[in-house]
Nanobody, 119 residues
Framework: QVQLVESGGGLVQAGGSLRVACAAS????????MGWFRQAPGKEREFIGG????????YYAGFVKGRFTISRDNAKNTVYLQMNSLKPEDTAVYYC????????????WGQGTQVTVSS
């Protein structure tokens, strides 16, 4: 079992940057693939990107276009999402998730952190 807690959300002006973190509890965290998602009001949850444990490969959804960067620190049991050049349409609740079996099915979710980008 893994518990995930996001932090670092907040209010930022358009063009600004923000880093959100996802702290995990559970000694097997380092073996889990991790993903970031977001959900804007009235919209479906959207995949942002993920990081594979086995290969370290990081991959992103097309809309990211180099603005977001995912990283992980296994020693700190933390995954990060660095967001640059933020736009008002990036306003959403941001979630991290853990894929226990490395099968692209996310088994554990955090509670989310609100990111609001003002124009």
């Amino acid at each position: 079992q893994v518990q995930l807690v996001e932090s670092g959300g907040g209010l930022v002006q358009a063009g600004g940057s923000l880093r959100v973190a996802c702290a995990a509890s559970g000694r097997t965290f380092s073996s889990y693939d991790m993903g970031w998602f977001r959900q804007a009001p009235g919209k479906e949850r959207e995949f942002i990107g993920g990081i594979k444990w086995t290969t370290g490969r990081i991959y992103y959804a097309g809309f990211v276009k180099g603005r977001f960067t995912i990283s992980r620190d296994n020693a700190k049991n933390t995954v990060y999402l660095q967001m640059n050049s933020l736009k008002p349409e990036d306003t959403a609740v941001y979630y991290c998730a853990a894929d226990r079996d490395n099968d692209n099915v996310y088994d554990f979710w955090g509670q989310g952190t609100q990111v609001t980008v003002s124009s």
